[in-house]
């Protein structure tokens, strides 16, 4: 049985593990670090891991505040449209009717109209001769020339008055 266990034989179903020819050198001070590290990193890992979560809830909460004051603008923008197409709409609509009144306004200016609306609705006839008098006015000009020079001053600015009077103080 010696002999076997030298020879590398055994007898159960697992292959046997071979030891490496040689062991790779590992600095001491990384050892002692990551030792040190994994003692003390047990408490930074959950604050680290804590404010990662903090972090994350922020930028969500950051983007969704962006993405809301786009929305909001948004349908500022669609409502103030809206309210622009609806004041053309009024607006074309009353152009229409104003149209429609001018025309109606061109129609009735017409005289036989004002004729048959005066006889209708005042009670009004036209002029007999025996109505009629007629009255002589003389060729003369009733308008009377201006007999006196009309002259205009122009306003003189305050500075302009005080040179001038100065000037004339000489």
Do not use: C, H
């Not at 104003?98 to 129609?107: A, G, Y």
């Amino acid at each position: 049985m010696a002999y076997q266990k030298y020879m590398g034989y055994q007898y159960e179903t697992s292959p046997r593990k071979l030891q490496p020819e040689y062991e790779p050198k590992v600095n001491q001070r990384k050892k002692q670090n990551v030792k040190k590290k994994s003692q003390n990193s047990k408490k930074p890992k959950v604050k680290i891991r804590l404010k990662a979560k903090v972090k994350i809830a922020l930028y969500i909460a950051i983007g969704f505040t962006i993405l809301f004051s786009i929305s909001y603008r948004n349908s500022l923008i669609n409502e103030s449209f809206n309210k622009k197409e609806e004041l053309k709409k009024n607006l074309s609509i009353i152009e229409k009717e104003n149209e429609q009144l001018k025309v109606n306004i061109e129609n009735s200016m017409n005289l036989t109209n004002i004729e048959q609306s005066a006889k209708a609705l005042l009670g009004m006839q036209k002029l007999d001769n025996s109505q009629k008098k007629y009255v002589n006015l003389p060729k003369e000009d009733y308008v009377e020339p201006a007999t006196k020079d009309v002259v205009e001053e122009e306003e003189i600015s305050w500075w302009d008055r005080i040179i001038k009077f100065l000037t004339e103080a000489q």
